[in-house]
Each structure stands twice: as C-alpha cells, then as structure tokens.
C-alpha cells in the first residue's frame, strides 16, 4: 500500500472527545521512549507529523493522524514512565484502558518493544491485558538497526520465549526502524489487508 496523504487530525485527552466518523483506526502503545511518535513518521514518511523526545513521556494526548482520508493512525501515550506523579500515571493509564475498552473503531493495537532489551515485565503484563480484554494485537519490534544481525535474533528468541510462557502462540509481529524504514512495507500491508476485512 502507498501513502498519498497524511494529515494530523488532532490531539484529544479522551477517548469521549475522539473523532465519530467511523474510520477504522490503528494504535501504537508501548513503554515511554520506545519509539511510537518515531513509528508514526516513518510510516507515515514525514519527518516530524509527531512529536519524538529524547526524554520519556513526549506524549501526553491521544494524537490522530489520518492516513490517505481513509483510516486513522493513533500515537498513545507510553506507558511505564517512572518520573511522573503517581496520580498523573493513575490518570494515564486510565485514559488508556477506557481508550482499548471502549473505542469502537480500534481494528488493532500495536505494541511495541524495543528490540534492544531483555523481556520487561510491564510489557507482557500490559497483553495480557488485551488478551483479557479481546483486544486484537500485534507486535511491532522497534529499533532494530541498533544491534547486529545475531544479536537482534538472539534477543527476540528471548522475547518470544517468555511471551510463549503466557500465550499459546505469538501474536502477529513486525521488526522495525524508523532510522532505515525497516518493516514498514510489511506494517502497511497488514493495515491494509485488516481495513479490507
Ligand atoms: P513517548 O512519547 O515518550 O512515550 O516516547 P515514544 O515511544 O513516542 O518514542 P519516540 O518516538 O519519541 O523516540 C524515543 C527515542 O528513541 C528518540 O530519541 C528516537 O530518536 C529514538 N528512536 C526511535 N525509533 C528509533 C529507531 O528505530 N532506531 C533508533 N536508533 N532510535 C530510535
Ligand atoms: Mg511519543
């Protein structure tokens, strides 16, 4: 699928003040810093549509962007960030569960993982959630361009080992960077084959 078009569609604080047009939309969800407000501009090939920080919790809102005037991409807030209130983190995480609970037009969530790290707790917690929830997921491995070939094998065989601890098969994933465009032909093609569904 090639993008012709993208536009931000706007910042929103819940899921009650999210647009109503019944456009199918696709989250990115995952620990603070791992690379979502990345993702979006590169799929989206624009340099900076989303906001990208090198300090955690950049992303405080809800951002739509539209793709093609067709479906929407959803940048969410990280998750995991220590060095914030406890009472903000409560309100976020809030925010987000009401979010994957209720929006009616959420084809997939998308969690990312930094593919540099070891398995993190928060991580597999987090889908567990969605499988409680029914929430369809897939996984996106991000940053793949910082390691070395076996590396990267190396640490995702250990990512997949402990998600199998909880699963009885992996969700669909995708390997990517926003540094060299990796993964996202294959990101687009299973957005597009879900919006034909
Ligand atoms: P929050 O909004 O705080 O939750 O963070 P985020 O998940 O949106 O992360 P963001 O896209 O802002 O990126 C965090 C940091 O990781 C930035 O310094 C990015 O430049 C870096 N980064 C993101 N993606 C990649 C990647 O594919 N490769 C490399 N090497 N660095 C990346
Ligand atoms: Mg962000």
């Given amino acids: 699928m ?12 819940k899921e009650s003040q999210c647009p109503r047009d019944g456009k ?8 603070s810093n791992v690379g979502k ?3 979006v501009n590169m799929i989206c090939k624009r340099k900076s549509i989303a906001r990208i920080s090198r300090t955690p919790g950049k992303t405080q809102l809800l951002n739509y962007f ?31 569960r009401t979010y994957l609970k209720t929006r009616y037009t959420l084809q997939s969530a998308f969690v990312l993982i930094d593919s540099n790290v070891p398995p993190q707790e928060i991580d597999l917690d987090f889908m567990n959630e969605l499988g409680e929830e029914q ?11 910082r390691l070395k070939p076996q590396e990267l094998e190396d640490n995702l065989a250990q990512i997949r080992k ?36």
């Fill in 135 to 145: 929430i369809p997921f897939a996984i996106v491995y991000t940053k793949a361009d």
């Fill in 2 to 13: 090639e993008i012709k078009q993208t536009a931000f569609a706007g910042s929103f604080a």
């Fill in 37 to 39: 407000s990345s993702l």
């Fill in 162 to 197: 402990a998600i199998l601890q909880h699963w009885e098969s992996l969700p669909p994933e995708f390997i990517t960077s926003s540094n060299t465009g990796l993964g996202r032909e294959e990101l687009l093609a299973y957005i597009d084959q879900v919006n034909k569904q």
């Fill in 24 to 31: 199918p939309e696709y989250a990115f969800i995952g620990r």
């Fill in 66 to 96: 539209l793709v093609d005037g067709l479906w929407y991409l959803v940048d969410l807030p990280g998750y995991g960030y220590a060095k914030i209130s406890k009472k903000k983190r409560a309100e976020w995480q809030r925010m987000i």
